[in-house]
C-alpha cells in the first residue's frame, strides 16, 4: 500500500533540488500515514470506521498432498462468493481481496502460510487451514496476532479451544456422528462392527472417539479395532482379521484417500458390499466415489449440507459453481462459500475492518441465511444447525433414509 501510494504521486519524480525536498517531505509524510494506518491492508484508518478500498482476507487450504482433495473445492467456492460479493458491492466501495496459500496438507505449511498472510499480507482475517491437525499448528499464531481464524473444514475437538480469535463453522464430529449412527443403526439393525482408525491424525482420532462413543451408547459390539497411518496403502493385515470376525458393518474413520483404499481392498479380499462401510467427515468428498469406484457403493457419513438442500441461497450456490466450474459443489466448497459469507457480513455489520470489529461481530450472528442453512454462532464459538446422513448411490452422494 505504501509503494503504491508513493508511486501514485508524480511529484516525487521531479528533478530539481525544490522538488527534491518536496519529494522527501512527501515521503515523509507517506511514511508517518503509513505507519499510522491499520495494519489490514485497507485504505482507512479503523477510528474512521467505514469500509472502503481493498480488504484482504487470507485464505489457507491444502491444495496439494492428502487434503487436496478437500481444498480444490474450497478454493473453487470461496474464489466464487468473493467474486460475488464484490461484483454486488456487498460492501460497498470496499472490495475483498482474497490471498490464499496452499499449506501442502503439512503443518509446517499451514503455520508458514498464517505468518505471510498476517505479517505480510497484513490480512484482517483468515479462512481455513483445511485439516484439523495443520489448525492446531497454525491457528494459535492468528490468536497471538488476535487476527480472526475461521475454520471452514475442522471438524476435530479442541479447536475454538485455542482461543476466543478460532471461530469455525463446520459442524464438528462430536456434533455430526452420534446421530449417523443412531439413524443408521435404527434402519439397518447392525448389532456387531470393525472399527477402523487412523492414529495419526487430529481429525481421524477425534472421529474415532465419536464413533466409539456412540456405538458403546447404542449398544453395538466392536468386534476389533485396527489402526493405520496417513499415507498408508496395504491394509490387508487389518481387513483380513476383520474378515474372518464377520461383522455387520465396518466404522471407519479416515481422511478419502486412505477410506478409499480401505473400502477397494475390503472388496478384493472378500468382504460382501453387504457389509456397509460408515464414516464421517473425510468421507465426504466426491473423490471418495472416483478413487474407490463401486467400492464406495453404498458407505454412509455424517455431514453438514446436502446438495440437494432447497433453501433458496443453496439453490443459487449450487446453480453459480456448476455453471463456473461445470461440476456440482461438496460439503467442502459449500462450508467455504458460506465462511467468506460469514465474513463478509461481520465486515458489514461491523462497518469496520478492525479485527477486533470482526471477531465481535461474528460472535453476535444469529440465524443468518446461509448455504448452511440458517447459522448462528454459539457463544464457543462453534457453528449450530442440523447435520445431515448421507450414502453414495451410482457413484453420487443422496440422502440416506
Ligand atoms: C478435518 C476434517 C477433514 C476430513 C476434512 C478437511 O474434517 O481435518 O477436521
Known sequence: MLAATIYGLPAVHGEGPLSHSVSLLILAVVLVLGACAPA????????????????????????????????????????LAVAALNDGSYLGSGKITLITEDDRSTKEGAQAAFEKLINQDKVVALLGPTLSANALAADPIAQAKKIVVLGVSNT???????????????????????????????????????????????????????????LDQAKVEILTTETFKRGDTDYS????????????AIVVSALAEEAAGIMSQARQLGIPATV???GGNGFNSPQLAKLAGPAAEGAISGAAWFVAGSTAPNKTFVDAYRTKYGASPDQFSAQAYAGVYLMASALKSANSSNPLAIRDALLKMKDVDTVLGKFSFSPGREPIHDPVVQVIKNGEFALFQ
Do not use: C, H
Not at 478437500?70 to 478454493?75: D, H, L, P
Not at 493385515?237 to 455387520?248: C, F, G, H, S
Open 276 to 278: 456397509r462401510f460408515i
Open 156 to 214: 476435530a475437538g479442541g479447536i475454538t479451544e485455542m482461543g476466543d480469535f478460532v471461530f469455525r463453522n463446520s459442524l464438528p464430529e462430536s456434533a455430526v456422528q452420534p446421530n449417523t449412527i443412531k439413524a443408521t443403526q435404527t434402519k439397518l439393525g447392525y448389532k456387531r462392527v470393525a472399527l477402523m482408525y487412523g492414529d495419526d491424525d487430529a481429525f481421524t482420532k477425534a472421529g474415532y472417539d465419536v464413533f466409539k462413543a456412540a
Open 40 to 79: 489490514t491492508g485497507s485504505q482507512q484508518s479503523p477510528s474512521q470506521g467505514g469500509l472502503s478500498g481493498e480488504i484482504r482476507i487470507g485464505a489457507v487450504w491444502s491444495l496439494t498432498g492428502g487434503g487436496a482433495v478437500y481444498g480444490a473445492s474450497q478454493q473453487k467456492a470461496a474464489e
Open 237 to 248: 493385515a487389518q481387513l483380513t482379521k476383520i474378515r474372518t470376525l464377520n461383522p455387520d
